[in-house]
């Protein structure tokens, strides 16, 4: 047999395959009917002549309060399918219940389990349709998302539940407080944020984003939580005596303003004057290490200057005992002879006759 002669099955057989396979059938089918249908459902023309715009606008009303019926019952698939048709409908963008279809198909996604893609429709009413009704209710939305991702629930990728959403969930409340400044949904949002990160040990972050909710809500009823955790979220995040004890100072600071505002709260919490002394206790400590280091390696004019420094900073401290025990072994003279009560009086008694 000739290679010609079976070129002619092999092409009819492919070609029968090609129209008689099911997914090609579909989207086959699927783009003849929306070529077909896109003229009979459009609503341009409707809504342009003022003669039938009122039962446009009334068949507008009907496929809404179908899709709320619909999610009342359970039933977030249908009412996705209604919405989406609606929605995609050449001239409805015109209508008065455009933002609310939009709010309406993206609580049928939410309630599908497609978080993400709800977000879409929650952002077009948040961005074009600020006016509506809806929008404080689209942005309440896109925070109960931003929870969802905050409490650990994992996006979509590739069909499985494995990229964070914490990038996402930052963006909306970032954006919740721009849309709805010193409202109690931002006020929600914003302490959500630092709460999150304080339970996850991200304490700078803590530290920095309840530092700007004080700064946003000054008259918030979570104001002595957010002073409370700044503070414990600045102390931890000092790493001992070898590092920078910079922090220690600004926590002292911060527990000194929740006792002006709050002192009993501060003597229930435990942010008293015993935390200060440790938060003493541990800067003189950073001193008397840094000292050390300077004298191990012959610089004596830098450990006897940190020395003195921790004996006026830190005089009625451990490690301020440990440095007047240096001063003597080395031989040096104890600094001052001013203040009372401080290390320098010792010296003054000694040296007077």
């Avoid at 009917?33 to 409707?46: F, I």
């Avoid at 009412?79 to 049928?108: D, M, Q, V």
């Avoid at 008293?272 to 541990?282: N, V």
Wanted: one cysteine or more.
């Amino acid at each position: 047999m000739l290679v010609s002669d079976m070129q002619p099955p092999t092409q009819t057989f492919r070609g029968r395959c090609l129209f008689t396979c099911p997914v090609f059938a579909g989207v086959l089918l699927g783009m003849l009917g929306a070529c077909g249908s896109s003229s009979k459902v459009s609503t341009v023309d409707a809504r342009a002549d003022t003669t039938r715009r009122e039962a446009v606008i009334e068949a507008d009303r009907g496929v809404v309060a179908d899709a709320r019926r619909l999610l009342a019952q359970d039933r977030p698939g249908e009412a996705k399918s209604l919405l989406s048709a609606w929605i995609e409908t050449e001239g409805n963008r015109r209508s008065p219940y455009y933002p609310e279809a939009l709010y309406l198909r993206g609580n049928a996604k939410l309630a599908l389990g497609d978080e993400f893609d709800s977000l879409y429709d929650y952002e077009r009413v948040a961005r074009d349709h600020a006016g509506s009704e809806v929008f404080a209710a689209a942005l309440e939305r896109e925070f109960d998302v931003a929870k969802m991702y905050l409490d650990g629930l994992r996006r979509r990728a590739f069909g499985l539940r494995i990229d964070t959403g914490v990038n996402v969930a930052e963006e909306i409340i970032l954006r919740i407080n721009e849309r709805l400044p010193g409202s109690v949904l931002a006020e929600r949002a914003l302490l959500e944020l630092a709460d999150y990160y304080y339970r996850t040990r991200d304490l700078p972050m803590a530290a920095e984003t309840y530092d700007v909710f004080l700064d946003a809500f000054p008259r918030s009823t979570k104001r002595p939580l957010a002073l409370q955790r700044r503070a414990f979220a600045t102390i931890a995040q000092y790493k001992g005596p070898r590092h920078d004890a910079g922090g220690l100072i600004e926590a002292k600071l911060q527990i000194e303003q929740f006792q002006r505002e709050f002192p009993v709260d501060a003597e229930r919490l435990g942010m008293s004057d015993a935390l200060q002394a440790r938060l003493d206790e541990s800067a003189a400590e950073q001193y008397l290490v840094t000292a050390r280091w300077y004298l191990d390696r012959g610089d004596e004019p830098a450990g006897r200057l940190v020395l003195t420094r921790l004996l006026y900073t830190h005089p009625t401290s451990g490690p301020a005992r440990d440095a007047l025990t240096l001063f003597e072994q080395h031989g040096w003279p104890l600094p001052g002879a001013s203040a009372s009560g401080s290390p320098g009086r010792q010296d003054t008694s000694r040296a007077t006759p």
